[in-house]
């Protein structure tokens, strides 16, 4: 049975990912703006991305949490 604190471990990684994301696409909106239709500067959105990653990651092990009912 799933547990309400695996829900509300899940729903606080989805938010953070949710976060990360539009974190990184305002970033690389921001540098297509600037730059034109070029694209943004990889080194510029880093982080960024980096931290959009973790994020999903941490939100996958959560979603197997909540499948396995822990």
Do not use: Y
Not at 47 to 59: I, Q
């Amino acid at each position: 049975m799933i547990q309400d604190h695996t829900i509300d471990q899940t729903l606080i990684e989805l938010a953070r990912t949710m976060k990360a994301l539009k974190a990184l696409r305002d970033v690389r909106r921001s540098a297509d703006i600037e730059m034109g239709n070029g694209g943004s500067n990889w080194q510029d959105d880093r982080p960024f991305s980096a931290a959009a990653k973790r994020a999903s990651l941490d939100l996958t092990r959560k979603l197997a949490d909540l499948r396995q009912g822990r």
